[in-house]
């Protein structure tokens, strides 16, 4: 074991035996079954699935905002379970990046502006912030747009905004709900392509829903849920 990381897991992601239900009816719907899943500092998962098989609600476990049933959700080394509401809200502030299916940028701020909010909202000093974001929008190719509101902005720059503001906190978690879902198909790879490369450069854990199986070429893991249930389609980590 290195000695420079006491911590077994890490700066990653650790699912352990995680089962969600939700209300449904008189019974309880079964969205997650039993799901165990180990994302590496420094990798890219990729998880497939058909419509309602489960995805948004792992990533959602994953980012904590939602509270398994049963089972073990690990952060950066901190179990989610045995952390307060606000000891939770500062973990995924300081340690976990999420981008939702559309950009949601906000309307009035320029692109710097975004990513300096966040840095902002985790009490960063805000010299720094902004030298850092300026990096973080050139590292998407959005360098031109730094100043521009998000109304200038093609889909797919959007989405670089939101994935570069995701960052902006050095997150050991990145977790991606369907990015390329408005976008066509060779935007959407070059995308998925920035966010491989990013997730190598950054050593970020990084988890990525899509429905596009184009995109797992990109992926060090590929993982398929299906009706809750998460199985491995390839994998290059160990
Ligand atoms: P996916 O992202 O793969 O489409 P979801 O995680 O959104 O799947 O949904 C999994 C299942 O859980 C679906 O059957 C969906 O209808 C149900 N579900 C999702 N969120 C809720 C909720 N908040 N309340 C009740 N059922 C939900
Ligand atoms: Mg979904």
């Keep these: 074991m290195s000695t420079d990381d006491p911590r077994p897991s890490g700066g990653g992601l650790l699912l352990t035996d995680v089962t969600l239900t939700y209300p449904d009816g008189d019974g309880r719907l079964t969205a997650l079954d039993r799901v165990s899943l180990t994302a590496a500092p420094g990798t890219l998962t990729a998880v497939v699935g058909p419509s309602g098989s489960g995805k948004s ?121 369907e990015p390329t879902s408005a976008l066509d198909h060779e935007r959407g790879a070059a995308v998925v392509s920035l966010l491989a490369e990013l997730t190598h450069a950054t050593g970020t854990a990084t988890v990525m829903v899509t429905h596009d199986h184009s995109h797992l070429v990109h992926a060090d893991q590929a993982l398929e849920v299906i009706d809750g249930r998460l199985g491995v389609l390839s994998s290059t980590t160990t």
């Design 57 to 177: 609600s792992l990533l959602a476990v994953a980012a904590t905002l939602t509270a398994p049933d049963t089972g073990q959700v690990v952060v950066a080394g901190h179990d989610a379970a045995t952390l307060s509401a606000g000891e939770r809200a500062r973990l995924r502030r300081a340690s976990i990046g999420i981008v939702f299916q559309q950009p949601n940028l906000l309307a009035s701020l320029t692109c710097v502006e975004q990513l300096q909010v966040m840095a902002h909202l985790d009490g960063r000093r805000a010299a720094g912030a902004r030298a850092r974001a300026l990096d973080l929008l050139d590292r998407v190719g959005i360098a031109d747009h730094a100043k521009h509101r998000p109304h200038r902005l093609s889909g797919g720059q959007r989405q670089r905004v939101n994935i570069a503001r995701a960052l902006m906190n050095e997150p050991s978690v990145l977790l991606i709900d």
